[in-house]
């Protein structure tokens, strides 16, 4: 059935169908659709933001380290000098327990181990740049787990 419907301009009269229930539930649907993605995109970022200000359990604060630790992570900002010949080497991440990045991006720092003969278990293992690097993580199992070091 058409109705008779006057549009913006009395003198031309138009002929339009009612919508059809599956019409309206259609926009409906639409109108919906969009409330929620507006309400998605308002707060997502602040729950991304609230995640980040919640620490991942296996992140370890720099106050946290051993002291030994404390001191190599400011002489990896420095520069060295590094008491052990492989402090700075390339770290290979055979393990894959860390990040897939390309082959140079981690490097290996030794933290001394009171009363060990040798290096002991205790690295650190910064990826990027030597001087300034993007990410560090603390083992003090050699290489069985990682705690990513929060500044």
Known sequence: MRRLLLARFP?????VEPPSALALAAART???AFWL??????VAPAAALA?????????IAV???PAEARDVLVRVRAGGPF?????GATFGNRERLLPVRKRGFYHEYTVETPRARNRGARRIICGGPRRAPEVCY??????ASFRRIRE
């Open 11 to 15: 003198h031309t009269p138009v002929c």
């Open 30 to 32: 639409l109108v919906a």
């Open 37 to 42: 993605c507006a309400f998605v995109l308002a």
């Open 51 to 59: 995640r980040e200000r919640i620490a991942d359990p296996n992140d």
């Open 63 to 65: 106050a946290q380290l």
């Open 83 to 87: 008491p052990f010949e492989r402090d």
């Open 138 to 143: 603390y083992t003090d199992d050699h290489y």
